[in-house]
C-alpha cells in the first residue's frame, strides 16, 4: 500500500487523552496548527482521572469548556466533592475528611470539579471539533517516530490498514506510561517499584450508596487497614447512588477468575452489600518519571512522562499542566519570538515539579501511613490511637495547603537566588516569581484573570512610567505583552508588588516596584529564554 504523507504540520501530538487533546486546544487558541492522533474512536469507559483541581478548571476556563465540563458532570451540583479516610472499614466510626480542596479556593480563579475522565474527554473531543486549526484523527495508532534536524515524521495506521506519514516541526508524545514516543526518542525513565498488583473494580451498587449516606456530601473514600501497610482500599463514585470503582492491592498471582471480588469489598466497606461487576482490571503499583521531558523535536507529556498510582487525584491535572506550560512555549518557537532556552525550559520546570509531587505527596502519603497503623493500634491502646487519629485531621488540611506546584529554580523566572522547582510550597496572595498568580478584582469589576490574554501580561499598579519601558523592550523583541493598569487597592495591594510580570501560563515570571529601560528588557529576555 502506497504510503501517503501530509505537508509539514507544526506540532503532531500522539495520544488524544485528555492531555493531548487540551495541548491541541490550548495551540490552536493560539494560532498553531496541530494533528492529533488517538487510536480509540471514543473515549473508553473506565473511570479514572476524576478530580479536577481549582487550577485545572483555569484552563477549562481560558479554552471556552468550563461551562460544559461543569453540565457533564455525572454527581449533582449540589453534592460535594471532597473524600474521607476511614480506618479498618467505613464503618468502623474512625474517619476525617480528607483531600479537602476547597480550602485553597480564593487563591485561584475558578472551583475544582469531580467527574470520571471519559466525560473529561468527551467535552475536550467537542471543544476541539470546534477550532478549525486542529485535525483529529480518531482510529490512528502510532507506529513510529523519527526526528531530523529538520522537523519529525510520525507513522500512522488505522485498523483498516491504511498508513500514512505525518511530517512536523515538533512531535508531543501524550501516549501514555508505556509511550511508543518516548521510547523512540530514546528518553529514558527512573522508577521505583513498589511490588503491589493491584485491582481496579467498577461495579454497580444501590445499596453501597445507602450505607454511606452517613457521610453526606462524600464523592470518595480512602480505607486504612493495618494489614495493608500504609497502601489503600479506595471507594469513589462515578455517579451517584449507582456506579462505583475500588483500588485495593491484591496478592501477585491475582486473577479475574481465582480471587473472591465481593469479599474485598464487604471488608473494606464494613458489611455486605448488592454488587454487579461491570469491569475488572490489574495494574501494577510504581512510580516513572522521564529523565528528561524532551528529545531534540520531541516531547513528552502527562503519562509518558511521568506515571504514578491514582492516590490524591495528580495524574491528569499534573498532565494538563505539562500541556499548558509547553503549549506558549512551542507557540512561542513557532511565531519567531522565543529565545534558544525556552523550549528546554519546560523540561526544566516540569520535570522536577513531578518529582517532588511523586516524592512528597504520593510516596510521602504511603509513608505516613504506614509509620501511623505500625506505631497506633485500637486494639492496643484506645487512648492512644483516638489522640492520634484526631491529630490526623490537621495533617489532612495540611496537605492540600503544602501542594503548591511553582517553579522558582527555573531560568527563565525570577525567583529566590538558589531556589528549586518543586511542589512543596504555600499559597499566597502575594505576587512571586516562578509561583501562580492569585486572582484579585479590578477595578473595572472583571478580574485579572479575566484580562490576561494569551501572551505576557503586565500588571501595573500606580506605575505608568515603567509601563512604557516593558512596552518598549515588548515592541523590540517581537513578543505579545498586555498591559493592565490599576490601582494598588481593593485586594490588590495584597500582590504586593507595584508590576507583576505573567507569563502566558498565568505563572509569575518577575514581580517588584520599579524598572529602568534596560532592566525591562533584560527581564523580558530571560522570561522568553534569551540570555539575560
Same mark, same amino acid.
Given at each position: 500500500?502506497?504510503?501517503?504523507?501530509?505537508?509539514?504540520?507544526?506540532?503532531?501530538?500522539?495520544?488524544?487523552?485528555?492531555?493531548?487533546?487540551?495541548?491541541?486546544?490550548?495551540?490552536?487558541?493560539?494560532?498553531?496548527?496541530?494533528?492529533?492522533?488517538?487510536?480509540?474512536?471514543?473515549?473508553?469507559?473506565?473511570?479514572?482521572?476524576?478530580?479536577?483541581? %481549582?487550577?485545572?478548571?483555569?484552563?477549562? %476556563?481560558?479554552?471556552?469548556?468550563?461551562?460544559?465540563?461543569?453540565?457533564?458532570?455525572?454527581?449533582?451540583?449540589?453534592?460535594?466533592?471532597?473524600?474521607?479516610?476511614?480506618?479498618?472499614?467505613?464503618?468502623?466510626?474512625?474517619?476525617?475528611?480528607?483531600? %479537602?480542596?476547597?480550602?485553597?479556593?480564593?487563591?485561584?480563579?475558578?472551583?475544582?470539579?469531580?467527574?470520571? %475522565?471519559?466525560?473529561?474527554?468527551?467535552?475536550?473531543?467537542?471543544?476541539?471539533?470546534?477550532?478549525?486549526?486542529?485535525?483529529?484523527?480518531?482510529?490512528?495508532?502510532?507506529?513510529?517516530?523519527?526526528?531530523?534536524?529538520?522537523?519529525?515524521?510520525?507513522?500512522?495506521?488505522?485498523?483498516?490498514?491504511?498508513?500514512?506519514?505525518?511530517?512536523?516541526?515538533?512531535?508531543?508524545?501524550?501516549?501514555?506510561?508505556?509511550?511508543?514516543?518516548?521510547?523512540?526518542?530514546? =528518553?529514558?525513565?527512573?522508577?521505583?517499584?513498589?511490588?503491589?498488583?493491584?485491582?481496579? !473494580?467498577?461495579?454497580?451498587?444501590?445499596?453501597?450508596?445507602?450505607?454511606?449516606?452517613?457521610?453526606?456530601?462524600?464523592?470518595?473514600?480512602?480505607?486504612?487497614?493495618?494489614?495493608?501497610?500504609?497502601?489503600?482500599?479506595? +471507594?469513589?463514585?462515578?455517579?451517584? /447512588?449507582?456506579?462505583?470503582? +475500588?483500588?485495593?492491592?491484591?496478592?501477585?498471582?491475582?486473577?479475574?477468575? @481465582?480471587?473472591?471480588?465481593?469479599?474485598?469489598?464487604?471488608?473494606?466497606?464494613?458489611?455486605?452489600?448488592?454488587?454487579?461487576?461491570?469491569?475488572?482490571?490489574?495494574?501494577?503499583?510504581?512510580?516513572?518519571?522521564?529523565?528528561?521531558?524532551?528529545?531534540?523535536?520531541?516531547?513528552?507529556?502527562?503519562?509518558?512522562?511521568?506515571?504514578?498510582?491514582?492516590?490524591?487525584?495528580?495524574?491528569?491535572?499534573?498532565? !494538563?499542566?505539562?500541556?499548558? @506550560? !509547553?503549549?506558549?512555549?512551542?507557540?512561542?518557537?513557532?511565531?519567531?519570538?522565543? /529565545?534558544?532556552?525556552?523550549?528546554?525550559?519546560?523540561?526544566?520546570?516540569?520535570?522536577?515539579?513531578?518529582?517532588?509531587?511523586?516524592?512528597?505527596?504520593?510516596?510521602? #502519603?504511603?509513608?505516613?501511613?504506614?509509620?501511623?497503623?505500625?506505631?497506633?493500634?485500637?486494639?492496643?491502646?484506645?487512648?492512644?490511637?483516638?489522640?492520634?487519629?484526631?491529630?490526623?485531621?490537621?495533617?489532612?488540611?495540611?496537605?492540600?495547603?503544602?501542594?503548591?506546584?511553582?517553579?522558582?529554580?527555573?531560568?527563565?523566572?525570577?525567583?529566590?537566588?538558589?531556589?528549586?522547582?518543586?511542589? =512543596?510550597?504555600?499559597?499566597?496572595?502575594?505576587?512571586?516569581?516562578?509561583?501562580?498568580?492569585?486572582?484579585?478584582?479590578?477595578?473595572?469589576?472583571?478580574?485579572?484573570?479575566?484580562?490576561?490574554?494569551?501572551?505576557?501580561?503586565?500588571?501595573?499598579?500606580?506605575?505608568?512610567?515603567?509601563?512604557?519601558?516593558?512596552?518598549?523592550?515588548?515592541?523590540?523583541?517581537?513578543?505579545?505583552?498586555?498591559?493592565?493598569?490599576?490601582?494598588?487597592?481593593?485586594?490588590?495591594?495584597?500582590?504586593?508588588?507595584?508590576?507583576?510580570?505573567?507569563?502566558?501560563?498565568? +505563572?509569575?515570571?518577575?514581580?517588584?516596584?520599579?524598572? #529602568?529601560?534596560?532592566?525591562?528588557?533584560?527581564?523580558?529576555?530571560?522570561?522568553?529564554?534569551?540570555?539575560?
Amino acid at each position: 500500500m502506497r504510503m501517503m504523507t501530509h505537508a509539514t504540520t507544526p506540532v503532531v501530538i500522539v495520544g488524544g487523552g485528555p492531555v493531548g487533546i487540551g495541548l491541541a486546544i490550548d495551540l490552536g487558541l493560539r494560532g498553531i496548527k496541530s494533528i492529533v492522533v488517538e487510536r480509540y474512536p471514543e473515549p473508553q469507559r473506565i473511570p479514572k482521572g476524576q478530580n479536577l483541581t %481549582q487550577r485545572t478548571m483555569e484552563h477549562f %476556563q481560558v479554552w471556552g469548556a468550563e461551562d460544559a465540563l461543569r453540565a457533564a458532570r455525572t454527581i449533582p451540583r449540589d453534592y460535594g466533592i471532597g473524600g474521607l479516610t476511614a480506618y479498618g472499614s467505613l464503618l468502623s466510626g474512625y474517619s476525617h475528611d480528607w483531600l %479537602q480542596r476547597e480550602l485553597v479556593r480564593p487563591f485561584y480563579f475558578t472551583d475544582n470539579e469531580r467527574l470520571p %475522565q471519559y466525560a473529561t474527554e468527551a467535552v475536550l473531543r467537542r471543544r476541539a471539533a470546534e477550532i478549525e486549526s486542529i485535525e483529529l484523527l480518531y482510529g490512528w495508532t502510532c507506529t513510529a517516530v523519527r526526528q531530523d534536524a529538520d522537523g519529525a515524521e510520525v507513522e500512522i495506521a488505522d485498523r483498516n490498514g491504511g498508513k500514512r506519514t505525518l511530517r512536523a516541526d515538533y512531535v508531543v508524545g501524550c501516549d501514555g506510561s508505556r509511550s511508543l514516543v518516548r521510547e523512540q526518542a530514546g =528518553i529514558t525513565q527512573t522508577r521505583s517499584d513498589h511490588d503491589r498488583l493491584m485491582v481496579l !473494580l467498577v461495579f454497580r451498587s444501590t445499596g453501597l450508596h445507602e450505607l454511606l449516606a452517613r457521610y453526606p456530601g462524600k464523592s470518595f473514600y480512602n480505607v486504612l487497614h493495618p494489614e495493608l501497610d500504609g497502601y489503600w482500599k479506595f +471507594f469513589g463514585r462515578v455517579d451517584l /447512588g449507582s456506579t462505583w470503582f +475500588f483500588h485495593a492491592p491484591v496478592p501477585a498471582d491475582t486473577t479475574r477468575d @481465582n480471587f473472591d471480588f465481593k469479599r474485598i469489598l464487604h471488608e473494606a466497606a464494613g458489611t455486605e452489600f448488592d454488587i454487579e461487576f461491570e469491569h475488572i482490571g490489574f495494574w501494577d503499583l510504581r512510580f516513572a518519571i522521564a529523565d528528561s521531558y524532551r528529545a531534540g523535536r520531541i516531547f513528552i507529556a502527562g503519562d509518558a512522562a511521568h506515571s504514578h498510582p491514582p492516590y490524591g487525584g495528580y495524574g491528569v491535572n499534573s498532565g !494538563l499542566e505539562d500541556a499548558v @506550560n !509547553l503549549s506558549w512555549k512551542l507557540a512561542a518557537q513557532l511565531q519567531g519570538w522565543a /529565545g534558544a532556552g525556552l523550549l528546554d525550559s519546560y523540561s526544566a520546570e516540569r520535570q522536577p515539579v513531578f518529582a517532588s509531587t511523586a516524592r512528597d505527596f504520593i510516596e510521602q #502519603s504511603i509513608l505516613t501511613d504506614r509509620d501511623f497503623l505500625r506505631r497506633h493500634d485500637p486494639a492496643r491502646d484506645r487512648f492512644d490511637f483516638e489522640a492520634a487519629w484526631r491529630a490526623r485531621q490537621s495533617g489532612a488540611r495540611a496537605e492540600v495547603n503544602a501542594f503548591e506546584p511553582h517553579y522558582e529554580g527555573s531560568p527563565i523566572v525570577w525567583g529566590t537566588p538558589g531556589a528549586v522547582s518543586s511542589a =512543596i510550597g504555600n499559597h499566597a496572595y502575594a505576587a512571586r516569581a516562578g509561583h501562580h498568580l492569585a486572582p484579585q478584582p479590578l477595578s473595572s469589576g472583571r478580574n485579572v484573570f479575566e484580562e490576561l490574554g494569551q501572551g505576557f501580561a503586565l500588571v501595573a499598579l500606580g506605575a505608568d512610567d515603567a509601563t512604557f519601558h516593558f512596552a518598549q523592550a515588548a515592541a523590540e523583541l517581537r513578543m505579545p505583552l498586555k498591559v493592565i493598569n490599576d490601582t494598588a487597592a481593593d485586594g490588590r495591594e495584597q500582590y504586593e508588588a507595584r508590576l507583576i510580570l505573567v507569563r502566558p501560563d498565568q +505563572f509569575v515570571a518577575w514581580a517588584g516596584d520599579d524598572v #529602568s529601560g534596560d532592566e525591562a528588557t533584560r527581564l523580558l529576555r530571560r522570561a522568553i529564554g534569551r540570555s539575560a
